[in-house]
């Protein structure tokens, strides 16, 4: 496997090896001591998978307390992907990275925790796979930041999109509750 940096610290793309023929593909998805050495850590707390049409946009997800860190990638269709640093004091406060995931390419995205994550859906339909890290899923310390906050400025690749009320109306970055902490 290969695994990419990228400019917010700690959030990587990984790059599975994966083995094709004319029946079809293998590829080893998760194999914890690989991705350990890479990195990327649990323990390991829950898998989640969603369904998602054209043009739904979720996030910007995160929760603090409990944070979660999350390996994504998407089973089927296309998603664009993308992940916030959202750490008070962190020097790439507010900064964003963003790219596709989809079933051709195979990536996967490592959203370590104290970064908010969301993406918009390309495809017709796209399954989006979370294997999430450190803590399990806590309604209570939920946290939303808004997806289209100018001062983020993240480019969405689709101009019709889908969202619910809550990431509609979600604060600014500014006023976000329960930020994380960073920790250099």
């Known amino acids: 496997m290969n695994v990419l940096p ?33 990195g990327i850590e649990g323990p390991w707390k829950q898998d989640n998978l969603s369904r998602s049409r054209k043009g739904t946009l979720r996030g910007l997800h995160f ?13 089927a269709g296309s ?12 020097p790439t406060f507010g900064n964003w990275f ?15 925790p104290g970064f908010a994550h969301g993406f918009v ?8 796979f979370y294997k999430c890290a450190r803590s399990f899923y806590d309604p209570k310390s939920e946290g939303v930041v808004r997806y289209n906050d100018p001062a983020i400025g993240i480019e969405w690749p689709l101009d019709e999109i889908s969202v619910n009320d809550r ?17 250099g």
């Open 63 to 75: 929760q603090e307390p409990n944070a979660q860190g999350k390996l994504v990638m998407v089973v």
């Open 6 to 38: 990228t400019d917010l610290p700690g959030v990587l793309v990984v790059e599975p090896d994966v083995y094709g023929d004319e029946r079809g593909f293998f590829m080893e998805q998760f194999q914890s001591k690989r991705y350990e050495d890479a």
């Open 79 to 90: 998603v664009f992907d993308v992940v916030v640093d959202i750490r008070r004091n962190s």
């Open 98 to 112: 963003g790219c596709e995931l989809n079933d051709e390419n195979r990536r996967q995205l490592w959203v370590p």
């Open 121 to 128: 859906t390309m495809s017709e339909t796209a399954y989006f």
């Open 167 to 183: 990431d509609g109306t979600a604060p600014l970055l500014e006023n976000a509750e329960n930020l994380p902490a960073f920790h």
